[in-house]
């Protein structure tokens, strides 16, 4: 199945977690693959090296995405490399969880720069690109609580909320030069973001799941495949949940 061949791809947080299946699905499907992280260390250069395996063009790329003077330069650099980007998937995210009562301001303002803001600054600095190439599919990583919100989480629901309100506004404002924008909502993910949650809140949370497992980052993945193919060309301004049923 090759649903990406001849499209390039940038992803951003993708050394670990949901950000790398999907560049793996991305890659299995034929999208050459440029990804960004923090560092450049041997989770980056391990990806790196899997996708190129796979036989696509595949680089990564050191930048914060909460910085927007980076997320010029990082486009700029990825066009020079790749010569177009067919997808974005803003994926980088952090959690810094605690109740309102113990919330300090860099926690509120760390989850909203690096969640929100780093959306902003992407899409802002790619939509030159699309705008010439008159086409593209921006995909926003968002999440079940941006839509329900969750106890502990005001910071991360808030900055998930956001993408929602961001990808449908994105949405209108491209659609006239076939841009999509569409925002996913994952529920409870197996990946080290949720690795540290006790296990009686995960048991808790598959009691509730009706298809009584937690997901996998390739149940995200395979969504984003979908979202950034050829298949999708009509669907935008949507929020799809990948919950296995917890946000119905
Ligand atoms: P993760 O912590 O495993 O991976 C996040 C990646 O983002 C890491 O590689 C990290 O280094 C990178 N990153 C962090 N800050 C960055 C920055 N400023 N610039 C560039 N990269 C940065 O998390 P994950 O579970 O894979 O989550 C990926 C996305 O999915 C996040 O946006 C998260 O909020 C969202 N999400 C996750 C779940 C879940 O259950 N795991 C559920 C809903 C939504």
């Known amino acids: 199945m090759s649903l990406l061949s001849g499209k390039k791809a940038l992803i ?3 050394s670990r977690g949901i950000g790398r299946s999907i560049a793996i699905e991305f890659a299995k499907n034929g999208a050459d693959v440029a990804f960004t992280d ?3 260390d041997d989770k980056a250069i391990s990806l790196e090296n899997e996708l190129r395996a796979l036989g696509v063009k595949a680089k990564a790329y ?6 927007f003077d980076q997320a010029e330069i990082l486009i700029n650099a990825v066009i020079e490399d790749f010569g177009s980007i067919d997808a974005l998937v803003n994926n980088a995210g952090i959690t810094r969880d605690n109740l309102l009562l113990r919330m300090t301001e860099n926690d509120w303002d760390m989850v909203i720069n690096i969640n929100l803001k780093s959306v902003f600054n992407y899409t802002k600095a790619i939509q030159k690109v699309m705008l010439k190439q008159r086409s593209g599919s921006i995909i926003n990583i968002s999440s079940v609580v941006g839509i ?3 106890a502990g989480q005001s910071n991360y629901s808030a900055s998930k909320a956001g993408i929602i309100g961001f990808s449908k506004s994105v949405a209108q404002e491209l659609g ?5 924008c569409n925002a996913i909502a994952p529920g409870f993910i197996e990946t080290e973001m949720t690795s540290v949650l006790p296990p009686e809140i995960k048991e808790g949370w598959v009691k509730d799941i009706p298809l009584k497992r937690v997901g996998l980052p390739e149940d995200v993945a395979k969504l984003a495949v979908f979202l950034a193919s050829d298949l999708s ?4 301004g949507q929020v799809i949940s990948v919950c296995g049923g917890l946000h119905t």
């Open 38 to 40: 923090l560092q450049y």
């Open 176 to 180: 006239s030069r076939s841009i999509r």
């Open 148 to 150: 329900e919100g969750n």
């Open 233 to 236: 060309t009509y669907i935008t």
């Open 12 to 14: 951003t947080g993708a």
């Open 62 to 67: 050191v930048s914060d995405a909460s910085k």
